[in-house]
């Protein structure tokens, strides 16, 4: 199984950027796909979940309204578009595959992980 993270970069505030991560070697339709992010000196914290089918999708509340999770079965891709990135957005952005469809903000639920991706945002 693999999941690689890309479109990360250097903007500035206000910029927007757009995620994507591809899958293979899982059953993409099969899992909810997450991002989730880490910036220096903090703990990885959820960002954005999309379910199996693409119908729901939940974001934590700092970027609610700024940034939209979708996914494209077709590609075997999840996408993350990022709008008013602010310079606080700044972290490695990580894609991850969860089987279980609970607990989505929890990091400890999800089975696969992408390597992540540098977002850096300049005020």
């Known amino acids: 199984v693999q999941l690689q993270a890309s479109g990360g970069g250097l903007v500035q505030a206000g910029d927007s950027l757009r995620l994507s991560c591809t899958t293979s070697?899982?059953?993409?339709?099969?899992?909810?796909m997450g991002w989730f992010r880490q910036a220096p000196g903090k703990e990885r914290e959820f960002v954005a979940a999309i379910s199996w089918n693409g119908v729901s999708t939940y974001y934590t509340d700092s970027v609610k309204g700024r940034f939209t999770i979708s996914r494209d079965s077709a590609k075997n891709t999840v996408y993350l578009q990022m709008n008013s990135l602010k310079s606080e957005d700044t972290a490695v952005y990580y894609c991850?595959?969860?089987?279980?469809?609970?607990?989505?903000?929890?990091?400890?639920?999800?089975?696969?992980w992408g390597q992540g991706t540098q977002v850096t945002v300049s005020s």
């Open positions: 991850a595959a969860n089987s279980a469809d609970r607990y989505l903000h929890r990091a400890t639920e999800y089975d696969y």
């Open positions: 070697g899982l059953t993409f339709s099969s899992y909810v």
